[in-house]
């Protein structure tokens, strides 16, 4: 195996088993709540569970800064925080399904799925940073590629799979399983020999110099808003962030309930529209790794926002015939949402190009999660509204407000590509 190949089957293997509880977060739960009939207020404050996944810039500079072990920097950490997913899913596995209507049960419930996200956006960190180290400019589209490949496998698993198999098997034995997957996917990493990068060096410099060890988070904060304030393109870029998922946050909560009240069985959901979505994601991830080798990303980044945005249209036409009561057939629905996963990967693989394109490799896990923390915390506090919007307004309205929204926000994109284009940043 060449060491490209094993760098990806890396890349691939961390990202899967970052992905398994993820997928039941994102997919199984808000199924699992619906069909027992939790509105969709409540739905939407799950998503609180998900704010490491927002939160995690504050300790992205320790990550950076710091080993654990001297057997890899950001490996160091990769592997504890596998073993601790680990131990998480073993505990989750002990807590009765049938009983979260008790308050004790439903308190160990929330804190072991927040434990696990904790942990979860920690290992993601590192992961970020190794990968913006490793993978050369020329490789960036194809490790991004094989990260949404492998985060989408884990949704599979851990949102279709779950759904699929929980009639079948019990609670215990789904998340033991789920437990197994993270082990095996941690072997190609204990197998790994990291490299000393960029931004070890430096940190192991600062680690020497007791003043930055004293820096505050404040100041710390500041020197990264001025690395993206310091020029035009950083300051579009920054706004594209800013504006990129809130159609997404706005959304998320809301379209699997929509699919619940359409008629669709856990079974539907879990193999007809998860399972087969997350396989469509594969297929999208791929699509874009390949277009990328011929087109610039400012065009891919164009027509996968409006690709996305056109499967969030076709949403609100499917709420129509929940309003009416009216039958459909259900080939319909698995159709839009297959194309609606597919087309969120493609634009995924080309954001998370983008990220790493604008991440320096001496902050490498910092700025990566800068980023991506700055879209999932604007995607998170409107996730939480979501689902009140969604009750007040009903589907139709909400979807539709939702869409003429996302025409609006095209403009940050549009801006952002036009003035790097013209600056002749056609990167491929």
Request: aromatic share 14%; with cysteine; net charge neutral.
């Amino acid at each position: 195996m060449s060491p490209n190949t094993k760098m990806y089957v890396l890349l691939f293997s961390l990202y899967w088993a970052q992905g398994l509880p993820v997928g039941f977060m994102t997919h199984a739960l808000p199924v699992i709540l619906r069909a027992e009939g939790v509105s969709l207020t409540y739905i939407g404050g799950f998503g609180l569970l998900m704010a490491p996944w927002a939160l995690k810039v504050l300790w992205a500079p320790l990550v950076d800064r710091h080993h654990l072990f001297n057997q890899g920097h950001y490996r160091s950490w990769i592997i504890p925080t596998q073993l601790l997913t680990m131990i998480t899913l073993i505990i989750l596995s002990f807590i009765p399904i049938q009983s979260l209507n008790q308050p004790q049960y439903l308190f160990g419930f929330f804190v072991a799925l927040l434990m696990m996200n904790s942990i979860g956006a920690t290992q993601d960190i590192a992961t970020d940073g190794l990968a913006v180290n490793i993978l050369k400019g020329e490789q960036q589209h194809l490790g991004n590629m094989f990260q949404v490949i492998g985060s989408r496998l884990g949704f599979i698993v851990g949102g279709g799979a779950i759904l699929w198999v929980l009639d079948a098997l019990t609670w215990q034995t789904t998340f033991l399983c789920l437990a197994i997957l993270v082990a095996f996917n941690t072997l190609p990493v204990l197998l790994y020999r990291e490299p000393q990068h960029a931004s070890q060096s430096i940190n192991n410099h600062q680690d020497d110099d007791s003043s930055s060890k004293t820096q505050s988070f404040v100041k710390a904060l500041s020197h990264y808003l001025k690395y993206f304030f310091q020029n035009r393109e950083l300051r579009l870029w920054f706004f594209v962030l800013c504006s990129i998922k809130v159609t997404d946050g706005l959304s998320g909560p809301i379209l699997k309930p929509l699919l619940v009240d359409l008629g669709l069985s856990k079974t539907q959901i879990g193999v007809n529209v998860t399972m087969l979505g997350a396989f469509a994601a594969l297929i999208g991830a791929g699509i874009a790794g390949w277009l990328l080798r011929f087109y610039s990303r400012q065009s891919a980044l164009i027509t996968f926002s409006l690709l996305k945005l056109l499967s969030l249209i076709a949403f609100a036409w499917l709420s129509h015939y929940e309003a009416r009561s009216s039958e459909l057939n259900v080939v319909w629905i698995y159709i839009i949402n297959t194309l609606e996963d597919m087309f969120a990967a493609m634009l995924l693989v080309i954001i998370l190009t983008l990220v790493m394109q604008y991440s320096r490799k001496e902050f490498a896990g910092t700025d990566f999660t800068f980023q991506v923390a700055l879209m999932a915390s604007i995607a998170g506090a409107l996730y939480t509204l979501s689902g009140i919007l969604g009750d007040w307004l009903g589907y139709t309205s909400y979807l539709i407000l939702i869409c003429i929204l996302g025409l609006f926000l095209f403009i940050p994109i549009l801006v952002w590509s036009r003035y790097t284009a013209q600056n002749k940043h056609q990167w491929n």
